[in-house]
C-alpha cells in the first residue's frame, strides 16, 4: 500500500464514499461534493482521486449489476476500506489537536 497522507480533495472524497455508503459511485460522488462545498466538482478529476485512494488502499470498489435505465452500462460502486477509515480518523484528530492548540482569545469577539 502507498502512503496514506491524504491532501485535501482526497479527504472530501474520502468522506463523501462513506456519507454515501452503499450509493457511492463516481456521478453521485460528484454530485454530493458539488452540493456539500459549493465548488464546482470535475467528474474526471474525481475519477482520478479515487483511483489514487484505490492505489493507496483506502478504497475499493466493485462493478453493480447493468441496467436498463443506464443502456445496460454498470457503475462502479466504492467503499472505505479498514485503512481508509483508520485515515480519516487520523487526519480528524490531527485537525482536531490543532484546533485545541488555538487560544480561546482568538475567538473572542471583538
Not at 34 to 59: I, P
Not at 63 to 77: I, S
Request: aromatic residues 6%; proline residues 2%; glycine residues 8%.
Amino acid at each position: 500500500m502507498k502512503g496514506t497522507n491524504l491532501g485535501e480533495f482526497e479527504e472530501l472524497v474520502l468522506l463523501t464514499v462513506a456519507a454515501l455508503m452503499e450509493e457511492a459511485y463516481s456521478v453521485a460522488i460528484c454530485d454530493e461534493l458539488t452540493e456539500q462545498t459549493g465548488r464546482s466538482v470535475k467528474l474526471g478529476v474525481v475519477h482520478a482521486v479515487l483511483n489514487r485512494l484505490e492505489e493507496k488502499g483506502l478504497v475499493k470498489s466493485e462493478l453493480g449489476e447493468a441496467t436498463k435505465v443506464r443502456g445496460g452500462k454498470r457503475k462502479r460502486f466504492y467503499q472505505l476500506t479498514i485503512p481508509g477509515k483508520a485515515a480519516l480518523v487520523s487526519a480528524k484528530s490531527m485537525r482536531d489537536q490543532l484546533w485545541d492548540r488555538i487560544p480561546s482569545l482568538v475567538w473572542k469577539k471583538a
